[in-house]
């Protein structure tokens, strides 16, 4: 593809890499068919190859306004497309870029600064969120059925594993995870113990900072990840493996930490190597503890974030049917289901809709339950869900334990 960058945006390192990804792009289309809103919705404008043209005539300095915000809203930005792109086109990147910008040439309104705003604030806050959270659980009973739906339930943990291995992992904390559910990261603890490895949790650490970033407020994306570089670099120092995230959104980030700071002079270095220690929880177990589990039927949902951003694909599935369970087969399963971060709050309808579309598909082949490994699809799915859902390392140290895995 061509391109002619304003004088605006030539000369910016974002701009030259927004160059240099726009060029790679042959318009050949294959992006459309893996588009989960395209699928929705038939329109060119959304779906990967109409949203390069958007940010394309942005950057060269063309009008932009509501209707180009519009259409790279709807985006997921799940990066289904990247798994089909045979240039590797990375859309993702151009995506954050053209958002930047539009962004920046035609302010959005007040109200939606606002709202995004609080967004960042709430979410990114464990503290504020894990308040508010009470709140929300205490006057659940008197709310109406969908919103009262949309509040998950609490949900126990058990024992976190004293460290007692010379090989030890650290753990991303992160924002909402620890309060929703908090069994999570304690499971993963009790399966890597089983392995030989000791899961530790650094002081000081928290959100991964991808809530923010994509939501356009990278200033506090950066300062929550220099804070969780600065935390983890003294058991880095001292040796530490690998820093794990459980929730693969987060994972996709974390291993991102070293190009968001390729320029910054004190944390490059330093976010170079946490990215290149950052595993998916997937990475690092493996299912050689396991009990038999015969008989039993789930269905695994594969995060967008797993599968598309991490590049990541049967590794979950191969650790589950090696602790002896039968996956059933998921039509679509490469499609969305509609969580994306903070989509599912400020695209309800498009996400609703893909909701009902994967719900279906994984409900199918009739399994006991619904498995993920992302926390924000856990939380999706469990809105509408007939069937219990949980994430795979809960399952897992379930089977490891002979013990129930359900979290409420």
């Known amino acids: ?56 005539q942005a950057l060269e300095g063309a009008p932009v306004g509501p209707s180009t915000r519009l259409h790279l809203d709807r985006c997921l930005t799940c990066r289904s497309c ?35 705003r609080a967004l960042v604030s709430l979410l990114g806050s464990r503290r504020l969120f894990t308040f508010l959270l009470a709140l929300g659980r205490a006057a659940r009973p008197l709310l109406p059925g969908p919103l009262r739906r949309r509040i998950p339930p609490p949900r126990r943990a058990r024992r976190w594993p004293a460290p007692r291995h010379r090989r030890t992992m650290l753990c991303l904390t992160g924002c909402v995870q620890p309060a929703i559910a908090p069994g999570i990261d304690a499971a993963a603890a009790r399966v890597l113990d089983r392995q030989g490895i000791s899961l530790l949790r ?62 910054d002079r004190t944390h490059a270095e330093k976010a170079a190597r946490v990215s290149a220690l950052a595993r998916d929880a997937s990475e690092v177990v493996d299912a050689s503890e396991a009990r038999p589990a015969q008989g039993r039927r789930i269905a695994f949902h594969s995060p967008c974030t797993l599968q598309h951003g991490q590049q990541i694909r049967g590794r979950v599935e191969g650790v589950l049917e090696a602790a002896g369970l039968e996956l059933a087969p998921v039509a679509d399963a490469h499609l969305c289901c509609g969580s ?65 895995a359900d979290p409420k």
């Open 202 to 263: 650094a002081p000081g650490s928290g959100c991964c900072g991808a809530l923010a970033w994509h939501l356009g407020a990278h200033d506090e994306a950066l300062s929550r990840m220099r804070a969780n570089i600065d935390a983890w670099w003294p058991a880095i120092e001292a040796g530490a493996g690998a820093v794990v995230a459980t929730s693969s959104a987060c994972a996709e980030m974390l291993k991102d930490y070293g190009e968001r700071f390729a320029a």
């Open 340 to 404: 994306a971060g903070t989509y599912s709050i400020l695209q309800r309808g498009l996400s609703g809709r893909l909701l009902a579309n994967k719900l279906a598909a994984l409900g199918a082949g009739d399994p006991e339950r619904i498995v993920t490994a992302n926390i924000g699809c856990l939380l999706h799915l469990e809105s509408a869900a007939e069937r219990p859902v949980l994430h795979w390392l809960e399952l897992l140290d379930e089977i490891q334990s002979g013990r129930s």
């Open 82 to 116: 990247e798994t089909t792109c045979p240039s590797g086109v990375r859309y993702g990147r151009l995506l954050d870029i053209g958002r930047s910008v539009v962004d920046e040439r035609a302010p959005r309104p007040r109200l939606d600064r606002l709202s995004r």
């Open 1 to 56: 593809m061509q391109t002619r960058l304003a004088d605006f945006i030539r000369d910016r390192a974002e701009g030259r890499e927004a160059d240099a990804i726009l060029r790679k792009c042959v318009h050949c289309g294959f992006c459309t068919a893996t588009c989960p809103t395209y699928q929705l919705l038939g329109d060119e404008l959304d779906g990967p190859r109409g949203r390069i043209y958007l940010i394309k």
